[in-house]
């Protein structure tokens, strides 16, 4: 990592992130993705991740839900009729990394600490609250797919490289 500044910090490690969602979802496997883990099915955990980092890493304000999104989709408190499948959860995924990396490419050190338009909070403080967001969900879908495999999922630590082709899943 290039740590010439907070904005390529930041970079590096929401790509990590990115990865690692990536990586997680690939991991649930197909019996367990409608499966009730705290009374709601894991893929609901999933879009809950996923819709909160779509919403609130750029600016929640100024958001557009997805096409196919249903009132309460990403409640984890509400159920709902509607069900997502892995291929929904996995374009949704590649929708928001490609959207968040066009942010990041645009996203510099002056502007970090200044406010979105109609938001009350920094970009910066949008960013590394969906980081503790983010790794605090990605810790439950973790644990849910523990408990029923046995197997740990991979994820990249600041010193690794990004796996690219093929790979091991898990450690």
């Known amino acids: 990592m290039n740590e010439i500044n907070y904005t390529e910090i930041i970079k590096d490690q929401t790509k990590r992130a990115l990865w690692s969602v990536d990586n997680v979802m690939n991991c649930v496997p197909d019996e367990y993705l409608n499966k009730n883990y705290c009374k709601m099915p894991l893929w609901k955990h999933i879009y809950h991740t996923l819709h909160s980092l779509d919403m609130w890493y750029i600016?929640?304000?100024k958001y557009s839900e997805p096409p196919f999104h249903i009132k309460d989709l990403n409640n984890?408190?509400?159920?709902?009729?509607?069900?997502?499948?892995?291929n929904?959860?996995?374009?949704?995924?590649?929708?928001?990394?490609?959207?968040i990396n066009q942010y990041l490419n645009n996203l510099t050190d002056d502007i970090l600490l200044t406010k979105p338009e109609n938001?009350?909070?920094?970009?910066?403080?949008?960013?590394?609250?969906?980081?503790?967001?983010?790794?605090?969900?990605?810790g439950i879908l973790m644990g849910f797919i523990i408990a029923e495999t046995g197997l740990w999922p991979r994820v990249i630590g600041l010193e690794d490289d990004i796996p690219t082709g093929d790979y091991n899943l898990y450690f």
């Open 119 to 138: 938001c009350e909070w920094t970009r910066f403080t949008l960013i590394l609250a969906q980081h503790r967001h983010l790794h605090s969900h990605m």
């Open 88 to 99: 929904e959860l996995k374009h949704y995924y590649q929708s928001i990394e490609k959207k």
């Open 76 to 86: 984890l408190d509400v159920h709902t009729n509607k069900a997502l499948s892995r």
């Open 59 to 61: 600016n929640p304000r």
